[in-house]
């Protein structure tokens, strides 16, 4: 699943390509697509607007329109393509046909990606709506401190890995990058939330940023590559314990456990209980 830094390339690289692009009419393939309004609305909706800056929040890649915005969460394998009008390719199940005679494809293999429509709203009001209502703070915020994360974990007994997942705390950092912050944090990822100190808070404030700023700049990691132009992301040269065998800092075997379901791996010498 494409996380923060990989939405984030694809934000970059379509910001370049689309603003100022007018919607003139949208083909529908796959409908369950649309979450918000009905497919009919969504048709009717977004005709005529034009496209006047593609923003992020979270995971979720913010279309900011003439009268509103579009939310799209690519979940899986979801990626957006700016292509000639041509012939319908395999697994594009939404095609939006610009004025300038190009056309706007997203493209999913999985069908998981979500689309959410909603005009006349201000981006405040936004953050207010399906599915942004749900989700906690940006990583960058200014809000991001000590206190918010004292009080979010204060009662949580599971691992801080899960709760690193946990998109309604934090938004947008995935499996990987909460395994390298951390090992950059030197926190053992079985440890409860609710035991963590204000030092083990900051420290998960700021390399949550370090991490997750380096990613961006690589354009993420290509385990599967999310680019809307076929840029692949090399922070995968940069992994300092995910998927690797032995500890950069220490050179001891590096562990590989279950958490919540998903594979983290961490070094039990440098990552203490």
């Given amino acids: 699943m494409p996380e923060l830094p990989e939405v984030e390339t694809v934000r970059n690289t379509l910001k370049h390509l689309v603003i100022g692009e007018e919607i003139q ?8 697509i649309i979450q918000y309004p009905t497919v009919t609305l969504f048709k009717k909706q977004i005709k005529g607007e034009k496209i006047q800056d593609v923003l992020r929040y979270g995971k979720y890649l913010i279309f900011k329109l003439t009268k509103g915005f579009l939310i799209s969460h690519l979940r899986m394998e979801g990626k957006y393509f700016l292509r000639e009008n041509e012939e319908k390719e395999k697994h594009e199940h939404i095609i939006f046909y610009l004025k300038s005679g190009k056309t706007l494809r997203y493209h999913d293999v999985r069908k998981f990606g979500t689309m959410h ?7 405040e009001e936004l953050l207010k709506k399906e599915p942004l209502n749900k989700l906690g703070l940006e990583p960058f915020s200014n809000s991001l ?5 004292k009080d979010k974990l204060k009662t949580k007994s599971q691992a801080i890995k899960q709760l690193l997942l946990d998109q309604s705390i934090i938004t947008g950092i995935g499996n990987i990058y909460a395994d390298e912050i951390l090992f950059m944090a030197r926190i053992n990822p ?8 204000n030092d083990e808070l900051e420290k998960i404030i700021k390399y949550t940023k370090v991490v997750l700023e380096k990613a961006i700049q690589l354009g993420g990691t290509t385990i599967r590559s999310y680019s809307s132009d076929g840029i692949s992301g090399l922070f995968q040269n940069e992994l300092l314990v995910h998927t690797k065998e032995k500890c950069p800092v220490c050179g001891k075997d590096i562990t590989k456990i279950k958490i919540g379901g998903r594979s983290t791996y961490y070094c039990e010498y440098c990552q203490k209980e």
């Fill in 117 to 123: 429509l909603y005009l006349d709203l201000s981006y």
């Fill in 190 to 197: 079985k440890k409860a939330g609710k035991l963590l100190n």
């Fill in 25 to 32: 009419d949208v083909d529908i393939y796959y409908e369950r």
């Fill in 145 to 149: 401190n000590t206190e918010y994360l």
